[in-house]
Nanobody
């Protein structure tokens, strides 16, 4: 009974920044692994970043390491993806996901995640 809602997508010029949010609806009583994935037109779903609910552990894909940061606001049951130095190849629909079990956040496997948001479009113009 977990629902995730992404927001914060939009159109930005190359080199710009966006902050995506993922808010979990309802009451969260256990720790979930939270992840961000993206899917560009004609491409497979790609792992971006993940964090434990506490935020104590994070992992970022090589393609975004140093540019994107996943972080938390526990008071709002919200996780964020801060995106800097955006490139046109970052254009994709970005999805928030949650796993209601212990997973290896470094694996980046979509099948490990149980709940998904609807996605938010990020478009980076050159």
């Amino acid at each position: 009974q977990v629902q995730l809602v992404e927001s914060g997508g939009g159109l930005v010029q190359a080199g710009g920044s966006l902050r995506l949010s993922c808010q979990a609806s309802g009451r969260t009583f256990i720790t979930y692994t939270m992840g961000w994935f993206r899917q560009a037109p004609g491409k497979e779903r790609e792992f971006v970043a993940a964090t434990s609910w506490s935020g104590a552990q994070t992992y970022h894909a090589d393609s975004v390491k140093g540019r994107f940061t996943i972080f938390r606001d526990n008071a709002k049951n919200t996780r964020y993806l801060s995106m800097n130095s955006l490139k046109p190849e970052d254009t994709a629909v970005y999805y928030c996901a949650a796993a209601a079990r212990v997973v290896n956040i470094a694996d980046g496997r979509a099948d490990d995640y149980d709940y998904w948001g609807r996605g938010t479009q990020v478009t980076v113009s050159s």
